[in-house]
Structures are given as C-alpha cells and as structure tokens.
C-alpha cells in the first residue's frame, strides 16, 4: 500500500481497531529497541572477547619467546660445557704428547707413527699445534723465556723450546719460546 492508501485504511478503521494498532506499533517499537539493546550487547561482548583473545596470544607469545630464548641458552650451556670437558681432556694430554715429541727426537722412526696418530686424532677433535718459528711475537699464543739480541727490529720467535696448541680456536697452552729483535 501507498501512504494515502495506508490513511485511508486507518480512517477506515474503527475506534478499538485503532488502539490495537497503536498497541502493535508500541510493541514494534519495544522489540526493536530491545533487539538494537541486544545487538549492543552483543557488539561489546564481542569486544570484549577479542580483547582477552589479543591478550592471552600476546601472553602465548611472550612464553614461547621465553621458552625458545630459554632452549637456546640450554643449548649453548651443553655445548659450552662439552667444549670445557674436551678441552680438560686435550690438556690432561698434553704431558702425554710432549713425552712422545721428545721421544721422537730421540726415535724418530719407532716412536713418529705413534706421534702422527696422537696428533691426527688431536686435529679432528680440533686440536692445532701453533707454528710460531719466525713468526712476530705474540703474547696472547707464546710465553718468551729467554731473549737474544737482533738486528733492533720487531721481536719474532727464535725457537719454539715447548710446542703451543690451540683447542677449537682458543689457546690451549702457549708455546714457550725464545725471541730475539
């Protein structure tokens, strides 16, 4: 119906049909308010859930950070210890492997393929002997024990008197030695 039709159906209604009609329009009113109330209610409930959820993800997140910072220093302890337990071992070695070189300057055919199987197992474990033979002092890798006059210029290794090992890059020993300038 158009709106002069919709008058004219109202005219044509009686006293009572008219109150029933204002009764169904106050009654489309509440409920329509009602369901607007509701659909407040909903909308901030909605709200209010999705902040929980941003919060507990971001708490979620934070532990599984945690966690994987957590993991990771584990990880680097154990390596760092295993490295330390290698290393002792390497060092309790090494009197064993001074003894074999100075018995190899005294045998060297019976006691060099010994010596050779010592140092190659030694260098896949990281084991490295420093070669410091007229090399530029350094005193981070060598312990001078003695010196001998040069030329005046920069001080270099005259002789390695006891060899100087590194394990996995950090200096095990340092090699004693004697430098001149």
């Known amino acids: 119906m158009t709106a002069p039709e919709d008058l004219a159906a109202t005219a044509a209604l009686g006293p009572e ?60 302890r154990i390596r760092d210890e295993a490295d330390r337990a290698s290393s002792r071992l390497a060092g309790a070695l090494l009197p064993v492997l001074d003894a074999t070189e100075a018995a190899y300057l005294q045998h060297p055919d019976e006691v060099g393929p010994l010596l050779n199987v010592m140092l190659s197992e030694l260098r896949k474990q990281g084991l490295e002997t420093l070669n410091l033979q007229d090399q530029p002092f350094d005193p981070s890798v060598a312990e001078a024990v003695a010196h001998e006059p040069g030329d005046g210029g920069d001080v270099v290794v005259a002789e390695v008197l006891r060899s100087g090992y590194t394990w996995n890059g950090r200096t095990l020993r340092p090699a004693m030695v004697r430098t001149r300038d």
């Not at 009113?29 to 993800?57: V, W």
């Open 17 to 76: 049909d008219e109150d029933a009609q204002v009764a169904q329009d106050a009654q489309d009113a509440q409920a329509e308010q009602a369901e607007d109330e509701l659909a407040s209610e909903i909308s901030a409930e909605i709200s209010e859930l999705a902040a929980q959820r941003d919060q507990y993800k971001d708490i979620a997140q934070r532990v599984q950070a945690d966690f994987e910072n957590y993991r990771k220093q584990v990880q680097q």
